[in-house]
T-cell receptor, first 112, second 114 residues
Framework: GENVEQHPSTLSVQEGDSAVIKCTYSDSASNYFPWYKQELGKRPQLIIDIRSNVGEKKDQRIAVTLNKTAKHFSLHITETQPEDSAVYFCAATIQGAQKLVFGQGTRLTINP | ETGVTQSPTHLIKTRGQQVTLRCSSQSGHNTVSWYQQALGQGPQFIFQYYREEENGRGNFPPRFSGLQFPNYSSELNVNALELDDSALYLC?????????????FGSGTQLSVL
């Protein structure tokens, strides 16, 4: 079955710097890759997603890149702000499948 | 547009008991999925309900069961609770229109089994 590995498990960056979180997936049939942000005690919120027919997608300070050949995808956050502090989860699924397979999460801390 | 709501928010049970968790899907969504999130881990898929039937199941034993009602709300039932069942249980709703896999999560039910 599908397996998603996420690195690093914790990441600390200075406010204003960039943060990068990386994920690899095992099932080459996977074609939908969302990223979720979960603040302490709150629900996971979808922040950006990408499909396998696209190599990069950007939304303001957040971007996701996908390398299908290497089976990995990354989240890039530029100009980080204190409110970006949270746990970030990547996930993968096959379009039309019933489930998302999540990575283990990355705890991002933005230092003022 | 209303979001996904779950109840209760917190629950404490003892080993061997049974529990029922509830979820109301987001307006316009007809599919409900349940996930278990252990402390410090990513959510793990339990099962999904569509048109009141189970439509995909993860690696969870039969004592985890569910229901979906005509209004698309859903219940997760867990029998014979074990200590390892302590976790945050997340409900997510989505729509099967087109190929929309976007999941919208509720705030979860924090279950503690003592």
């Amino acid at each position: 079955g599908e397996n998603v590995e996420q690195h690093p498990s914790t990441l600390s960056v200075q406010e204003g710097d960039s943060a990068v979180i990386k994920c690899t997936y095992s099932d080459s049939a996977s074609n939908y890759f969302p990223w979720y942000k979960q603040e302490l005690g709150k629900r996971p919120q979808l922040i950006i997603d990408i499909r396998s027919n696209v190599g990069e997608k950007k939304d303001q300070r957040i971007a996701v890149t996908l390398n299908k050949t290497a089976k990995h995808f990354s989240l890039h956050i530029t100009e980080t702000q204190p409110e970006d502090s949270a746990v970030y989860f990547c996930a993968a699924t096959i379009q039309g499948a019933q489930k998302l397979v999540f990575g283990q999460g990355t705890r991002l801390t933005i230092n003022p | 547009e209303t979001g996904v709501t779950q109840s209760p928010t917190h629950l404490i049970k003892t080993r061997g008991q049974q529990v029922t968790l509830r979820c109301s899907s987001q307006s316009g969504h007809n599919t409900v999925s349940w996930y278990q999130q252990a402390l410090g881990q990513g959510p793990q898929f339990i099962f999904q309900y569509y048109r009141e039937e189970e439509n995909g199941r993860g690696n969870f034993p039969p004592r985890f069961s569910g229901l979906q009602f005509p209004n698309y709300s859903s219940e997760l039932n867990v029998n014979a609770l074990e200590l390892d069942d302590s976790a945050l249980y997340l409900c997510a709703s989505s729509t099967r229109q087109g190929n929309n896999e976007k999941l919208f999560f509720g705030s979860g039910t924090q279950l503690s089994v003592l």
